[in-house]
């Protein structure tokens, strides 16, 4: 049987992981692809570190690493991205194919890294990059091979899932669902990247360019986390029949046109994301061919990602095996573009708090018919004191623009309270 040697560089918890699941997993591998794999080498910042036993002695320069003739796949799990792009890139200049779950890094240097891997002619892997051991990427990539995506959609952050699930099960605040959330590990110390939408719109980012083959500048990418969510806008929502998640959007705007956005958004509860509950993910699509599709599982975590992980290093060590090229990555479309984020159209939850006087709903409605939105559903719920009471709006089709405009001039009301709290609507149909 075809032995493939595996060079891993980092060995925190993803690459612990990795290493802890690879013998159990590769006779699997073996049994039905008739390869294995074996660790020839591992690279750590710092290898005198007390760590669980490792299967070789680590060493500390991680071009050796690469350089090293038994080490025929590198696996790149440092993280972050400038010390990940120039082992991405020595990489592939090695001509040795390379595995990541690094999502960041293809998000924000995809534009350099592609087309340099395209040149090489050698293959990246990266199904871990995006919703761990879901395999949705390659669904895209095979499975769905033959269909237009009319869209996709996706709950791909456990993180900031898992909180949003705690305030709507159990009527925490923000604060507490995410102190938890810490409590747990499902949060880091520092939480941005999870609640600020970033990770999120990383993972968009490639779920697009596998899509449509346009791989966004991630600066223009529009990016809103989850902080401003109240209790009482999760109890609004689910008086109106809508489930709160922080989704990501995908979809393809006339011809040359994407729209990728990741913001909190309101989802009917009668639909099957709004059930993805706890730090489980989701990412749904529709197809011309396929209609409705959704894959649903662990997102994150030391296993879910190993899963996804040794699937590429199957797939990578087969292909060395049978001399075969690898995966195609699409080539980068010049034409297509994101679409201005105040041309976006859609629905939106508004709630404005506002001084508790009679004919102060008139003229908030008033506003909104002047810029020609509509209203499909007000809540004016009674008894919030201090002469202050929220005013929430479901409404109908508008452009951020126009829903701007109108935003503004209900600011300057003289029985305004507080700035708005907008929310996004979806009914994913």
């Not at 960041?104 to 891997?117: C, M, S, T, W």
């Not at 040149?119 to 390659?138: D, N, R, T, W």
């Not at 869209?151 to 923000?174: C, K, P, Q, V």
């Not at 009917?268 to 061919?289: E, Y």
Request: net charge neutral; with cysteine.
């Amino acid at each position: 049987m075809k032995k493939i040697g595996i060079g891993l560089i980092g060995c925190g918890t993803v690459g612990s992981g990795l290493i802890r699941n690879l013998p159990k997993a590769d006779a699997l591998i073996g049994q039905r692809l008739g390869v294995q794999l074996e660790i020839k080498s591992i690279a750590v910042r710092d290898p005198a570190k007390s760590r669980d036993p490792l299967p070789t002695k680590p060493i500390q320069d991680w071009k050796k690493l690469i350089a090293d003739p038994a080490v025929q796949i590198v696996v790149e799990l440092v993280g972050g991205l400038d010390e990940a792009f120039q082992i991405a890139q020595a990489t592939l200049h090695a001509k040795k194919p390379l595995v990541t779950a690094n999502k960041a890094l293809l998000a924000e240097r995809g534009q350099e890294l592609i087309p340099l891997a395209q040149k090489s002619g050698v293959p990246i892997y990266f199904e871990a990059s995006v919703a761990g051991g879901i395999p949705v990427l390659k669904a895209l990539r095979e499975g769905l091979v033959a269909n237009q995506l009319l869209g996709l959609h996706g709950i791909i952050n456990g993180t900031s899932n898992y909180i949003l699930s705690r305030m709507a099960e159990a009527g925490s605040d923000f604060a507490t669902a995410l102190q938890q959330a810490k409590d747990l590990g499902y949060a880091e110390a520092d939480d941005r990247l999870d609640v600020d939408g970033i990770d999120a719109a990383h993972k968009a980012a490639i779920l697009c360019f596998l899509a449509y083959g346009f791989l966004p500048k991630f600066s223009e990418i529009p990016i809103e986390g989850i902080r401003k969510i109240q209790s009482q806008d999760v109890g609004f929502a689910s008086q109106l029949g809508y489930a709160i998640k922080l989704l990501a959007m995908i979809r393809p705007v006339g011809t040359d046109q994407i729209e990728v956005r990741v913001a909190p958004t309101l989802l009917p509860l009668r639909h099957p994301m709004a059930s993805v509950h706890g730090a489980f993910n989701a990412v749904g699509l529709i197809g011309n061919l396929s209609g409705p599709v959704q894959f649903t599982g662990r997102g994150a975590g030391p296993d879910a990602t190993s899963s996804a992980l040794l699937a590429d290093l199957a797939e990578a060590a087969k292909n060395l095996r049978d001399h075969s090229p690898g995966p195609a990555l699409p080539k980068p479309s010049a034409k297509m573009k994101l679409i201005d984020r105040n041309a976006s159209v859609g629905r939106f939850y508004v709630r404005i708090e506002v001084e508790d006087r009679p004919g102060v709903l008139a003229q908030v409605a008033g506003i909104f018919g002047t810029e020609k939105i509509g209203i499909s559903s007000v809540l004016q719920p009674e008894g919030h004191g201090a002469g202050s009471v929220p005013l929430v709006f479901l409404l109908e089709s508008a452009s951020v623009a126009s829903l701007s405009r109108a935003v503004d001039l209900i600011s300057k009301l003289p029985n305004t309270r507080a700035p708005a709290t907008i929310l996004r609507v979806e009914d994913l149909t």
